[in-house]
């Protein structure tokens, strides 16, 4: 258990509305992640970060701002919700000097 | 232009027989490589990984191949068992740092009793 949590775990919005998700951790660690699975696609980077204020985009950012004030939460958030970012939104963390990334448990975004 | 490729969307095998699942990647820059497995409604979880100075890691019933020539990696699941069905992902690293690492599409792996 790498001390991940994501809030909230389901979520239903629509189209147009402001959503924001939430990745917090406990455990000091410098590099966050934030990714989307869908089918057919499997996991692709949306933004990540490398510490407090220090974020960059990832493969599929457009659409999404992410922010970092304190080292263990990380927000993504969608400013105005589309189909298309319906989707299981994961998080994810990295200690510095290793390569693995560990995962939280997801949240299932629906937008209508 | 996807730098890891998974080419087998999904793969079937009996009880206690060997599962073999395979990962290709372009970028000759990759350094380290990376096995998770998915259960449904899950995240991810970290499986096994490999630096490219070896050719080849081992974790109990789990055992990854690299043959950096081919670019090309697979892991081994020996004897398989039915708990191990769930997506695998390949992922793979430039380095230590900022990089962050580049995911296939994912391998569903179904073990049939």
């Known amino acids: 258990d790498a001390g991940i949590t994501q809030s909230p775990r389901h979520k239903v919005t629509e189209t147009g509305t402001p959503v924001t998700l939430r990745c917090h951790q406990t455990?000091?660690?410098?590099?966050m992640y934030w990714y989307r699975q869908d089918p057919g696609h499997g996991l692709r980077l949306i933004h990540y970060?490398?510490?407090?204020?220090?974020?960059d985009k990832g493969e599929v950012s457009d659409g999404y701002s992410v922010s970092r004030s304190k080292t263990e939460d990380f927000l993504l958030t969608l400013e105005s919700a589309t189909s298309s970012q319906t989707s299981v939104y994961f998080c994810a963390i990295r200690q510095g000097g290793e390569e693995t990334q560990y995962f939280g448990p997801g949240t299932r975004l629906l937008v209508l | 232009d996807q730098q890891v490729k998974q080419n087998s969307p999904s793969l079937s095998v009996q009880e206690g027989r060997i599962s073999i699942l395979n990962c290709d990647y372009t970028?000759?820059?990759?350094?380290?490589f990376l096995w998770y497995k998915k259960y449904p409604a899950e995240g991810p979880t970290f499986l096994i990984s490999i630096s490219s100075i070896k050719d080849k890691n081992e974790d109990g019933r789990f055992t990854v191949f690299l043959n950096k020539s081919a670019k090309h990696l697979s892991l081994h699941i020996v004897p398989s068992q039915p708990g191990d069905s769930a997506v695998y992902f390949c992922a793979a690293s430039v380095g230590s740092g900022n990089t962050p690492l580049v995911f296939g599409k994912g391998t569903r792996l179904s073990v049939i009793a």
């Open positions: 970060s490398y510490g407090v204020k220090d974020t």
């Open positions: 455990e000091n660690h410098r590099y």
């Open positions: 970028n000759s820059m990759f350094d380290y």
